[in-house]
């Protein structure tokens, strides 16, 4: 057998496809590996259905909005708009705060769990509402509660794992979105058919409260298994050998988290002048990829097709997320963005035009769902490029949320008003102009970046970089002997070693 993998990897596409699902390489000490498998449960398990309940409940918001709760509510005129809004301008309030706190490493294990429960306290009130202001105030409430999520559990990703692991399982936690998208659109078809009237509730309000029944029992698993950060107080199923060697896996140049001083510091690098923009632009570009279900209204589907056939946007959306998230460790960057771009971009040329077969907007719709490419890539760019500072990363990360929400809030009225659904003559324009944008960043922040570390290399490229010269120094001696590995091979061997301590204690 291993004689097969090794005839494998020779073959190029035979090597990319060994190391999308080699997670536990033979390479690693049989320590690492065991440690790997935990952190895997632990992490990846709650961290996806976590991710899952959140995107759950947003996309509860649309699919009760097409299925009865838009007459229900007499809201007749752009409310769905204000419901987001609603939602984003406090997402965008507690963006920062709540990421100072989640950067915190004795906080950090019980931060996420504590915030779900309120979710799914919320939840249950939603279904409870009688008017539209209702709606707005806990839709507010819910998007301060959220803010931490999604950067949050980035950022925990990125402290446990070396960026070949990183991509592999960024890839599998973010198709939670797409599912927990996909699930409400069952979800609704069945509740408005199994359970509309039930106690007095209507199909739509069934659907909030189902969601609060599913997201409470797993806010509890996190409570149990919830790591936190390397540097947090050590968890129960991790022994105090496993915990030192993940806390030797990945060297870092700080361990405070975000203070006054991470400010300065990152604002005069140049990863957080690509990632922001970038971050703006996709927000903007990939808004109307959750309207699908507006068109099928209006061209006079039931309400159950309303809410099945957006469903496969979610799924091209986890599929695609999954896929490049994972290619992005073997393969280029650049190349996969550009891949999901074209997608996109055809998309919208379509929808921009208009006047085409419904054949061809389903496809566009559709194609629609490998936006999901795209904030993976990004996301996991980041944790790439600033692994060694939590600070950076988290300040970036949770500046990439603000800003890009910051705009949700209000461009979208201009673009996308709910009155003009679901033609929207002046959005779809707009959203390709966007869609070219984030990709124009992208590509010059890659190019930039790669050139801009070879004269800043970084603490894990410093050390791999000087043990390469002691390496080629002391075969330059033996005529006859081997030569040394490549600086590659050299960082995932630095990581483990215990001068990587040392270092950061100097």
């Not at 990421?99 to 939603?126: E, H, N």
């Not at 996969?336 to 085409?356: D, E, G, K, R, Y």
């Not at 993976?376 to 949770?398: A, M, T």
């Not at 091979?489 to 204690?505: C, F, G, H, M, Y």
């Amino acid at each position: 057998m291993p004689g097969i993998i090794r005839a494998v990897k020779r073959n190029k596409v035979g090597a990319v496809v060994i190391s999308v699902f080699d997670w536990y390489p033979s390479s690693y000490p049989l320590a690492e590996r065991k440690l790997l498998r935990k952190l895997d449960l632990a992490i990846l398990i709650y961290g996806s259905l976590s991710f899952f309940c959140r995107f759950l409940g947003q996309q509860n918001v649309t699919n009760a909005y097409v299925s009865g709760m838009k007459e229900d509510l007499a809201a007749y005129g752009n409310e769905l708009n204000y419901y987001k809004m609603s939602y984003n301008a406090a997402y965008v309030a507690g963006q920062i705060p709540l990421m100072v706190l989640q950067t915190k490493a004795k906080i950090a294990p019980y931060m996420l769990p504590t915030l779900q429960i309120t979710w799914a306290i919320i939840g249950f009130c939603q279904s409870r509402i009688r008017k539209s202001w209702h709606l707005y105030l806990l839709r507010a409430l819910t998007g301060f509660l959220e803010a931490s999520s999604f950067g949050g559990t980035h950022l925990i990703l990125g402290s446990w794992f070396k960026n070949e692991e990183l991509f592999k399982r960024a890839g599998v936690w973010f198709m939670g979105n797409s599912l927990g998208s996909m699930f409400s659109g069952y979800l609704q078809a069945a509740a408005y058919r199994n359970l509309n009237g039930v106690l007095g509730l209507s199909g739509w309000r069934w659907l909030f409260v189902i969601h609060g029944i599913i997201t409470l029992p797993i806010s509890f698993l996190g409570f149990a298994f919830w790591p936190g950060l390397p540097t947090s107080p050590r968890r129960w199923f991790i022994s105090e050998e496993e915990h030192a060697l993940a806390v030797k896996r990945i060297p870092t140049v700080e361990k405070e988290g975000i203070t006054w001083k991470t400010f300065k510091y990152t604002l005069s690098r140049p990863m957080f002048w690509f990632c922001v923009p970038a971050y703006v632009f996709l927000c903007l570009a990939h808004y109307w990829t959750n309207y699908m279900a507006l068109w099928l209204k209006w061209a006079g589907y039931s309400v159950a097709m309303r809410n099945i056939l957006p469903t496969f946007i979610d799924l091209v959306r986890a599929i695609s997320s999954w896929l490049g998230t994972t290619l992005a460790g073997s393969l280029s960057l650049r190349g996969l963005f550009t891949f999901q771009f074209s997608f996109v971009l055809f998309a919208l040329i379509v929808l921009t035009i208009w006047n085409v077969p419904d054949t061809l907007k389903f496809m566009a719709f559709y194609f629609g769902g490998f936006s999901g490419m795209a904030s993976p890539i990004l996301y996991s760019w980041v944790n790439f490029e600033l692994k060694e500072n939590y600070g950076e990363r988290g300040l970036i990360i949770s500046s990439m949320m603000t800003m890009g929400f910051m705009f949700q809030i209000w461009v979208p009225l201009l673009t996308f008003p709910a009155v003009e659904a679901p033609q929207w003559s002046h959005g779809y324009p707009a959203a390709l102009v966007f869609e070219v944008a984030m990709w124009s960043c992208l590509m010059l922040g890659t190019w930039f970046m790669r050139r801009w570390k070879q004269k800043h290399p970084d603490l894990e490229m410093q050390l791999a970089q000087e043990r390469e010269q002691d390496l080629s120094a002391a075969s330059s001696e033996e005529v006859d002997s081997e030569k040394g590995p490549t600086v590659r091979e050299e960082i995932l061997d630095v990581q483990s070693s215990p001068n990587v301590v040392a270092t950061k204690r100097n």
